[in-house]
């Protein structure tokens, strides 16, 4: 099957369809798609370009199959080309002097269900959820406390910066 | 007054449903995150609020410390702002019991 298509249109397709299915992945897990075309590869042939509907169709692992470049096609960007990968590394704390928590209590604080104050009327879901937020965007939530002292909630995230043009700081 | 008791009582009904559902779409891998660029200063002021109407209401101390002073690139981050929201506001629920000095701390472990 041969058919002839605008390159630009391809990726623009393929990007926006990749776009669609990786709604699922983890947050702060940096994906790119780059494409590379090497005009003076001799591994590219019409024969072997294949039409954009059977791409599209094609699971994402039978693609390097059908894919005409080699590894040594592929040249990495060039360095202002590159997204810097900076990420701010914060740490959030939540810190009280309240009643605080025994310590052969602390390990169970993050299972679902589990009130180990008996102090509130809630069902005891939230830190457990909270954990697991946490733990779904890529960082850690510990507490430490002592018994009539206070105890102290934190957790860290390494949330990726944007670069926002100061004409558009007002929007945000 | 009763307003306010009916609007406490429909914040805690909103919350509880909001964490069964994230709960239950976490054991089943069905868990959506709506990312997007917001201001971090913005949002940490928006739970300060949060807290201190939980803290007046609890005639307890709140203080916030933002130990982040960024350059103005630094503001702006790229993340789930209402899942980041309820892991705060999650953390502060289990307060229940009023403790007389609450801090909310925000500090940069580092730069990547």
């Known amino acids: 099957m041969l058919s002839s298509f605008a390159t630009p249109e391809l990726c623009k397709s393929m990007s926006s369809s990749s776009a669609t299915t990786v709604r699922w992945i983890r947050p702060h897990s940096r994906f790119y798609i780059y494409f590379y075309f090497?005009?003076?590869?001799?591994?590219?042939?019409?024969?072997?370009?294949?039409?954009?509907?059977?791409?599209?169709?094609?699971?994402?692992?039978?693609?390097?199959?059908?894919?005409?470049?080699?590894?040594?096609?592929?040249?990495?960007?060039?360095?202002h080309m590159r997204r810097p990968p900076y990420a701010a590394k914060l740490r959030f704390e939540v810190i009280d002097t309240g009643v605080g928590i025994a310590p052969q209590f602390l390990t169970e604080v993050f299972e679902p269900f589990s009130q180990p104050l008996r102090l509130k009327e809630g069902p005891g879901l939230g830190l457990c959820v909270s954990q697991r937020l946490t733990q779904g965007l890529g960082g850690r939530i510990s507490v430490d406390s002592k018994l009539n002292e206070g105890s102290r909630f934190w957790f860290d995230l390494d949330l990726p910066l944007a670069y926002v043009h100061p004409s558009f700081h007002d929007f945000f | 007054m009763f307003v306010n008791t009916i609007l406490t009582c429909g914040d805690t009904i909103k919350a509880l449903?909001?964490?069964?559902l994230d709960l239950s779409r976490m054991e089943t891998d069905m868990l959506e995150w709506n990312c997007q660029t917001f201001n971090l200063i913005a949002l940490v002021e928006e739970i300060a609020g949060s807290f201190a109407l939980f803290a007046h209401?609890?005639?307890?101390?709140?203080?916030?410390?933002?130990?982040?002073?960024?350059?103005?690139?630094?503001?702006?981050?790229y993340s789930d702002k209402i899942r980041l929201k309820k892991i705060l506001t999650n953390v502060r629920m289990e307060h229940t019991h009023p403790?007389?000095?609450?801090?909310?701390?925000?500090?940069?472990?580092?730069?990547n």
């Open chain 2, 99 to 111: 403790p007389p000095f609450f801090v909310l701390l925000l500090k940069p472990s580092g730069f």
């Open chain 1, 38 to 79: 090497s005009p003076a590869s001799p591994h590219v042939k019409v024969e072997e370009i294949h039409p954009v509907s059977l791409i599209r169709q094609t699971p994402a692992s039978k693609i390097s199959g059908l894919f005409p470049f080699k590894a040594k096609d592929f040249v990495p960007p060039a360095k």
């Open chain 2, 57 to 77: 209401n609890k005639n307890i101390y709140l203080q916030v410390n933002m130990t982040i002073e960024p350059p103005f690139r630094w503001q702006f981050v």
């Open chain 2, 17 to 20: 449903v909001s964490n069964i």
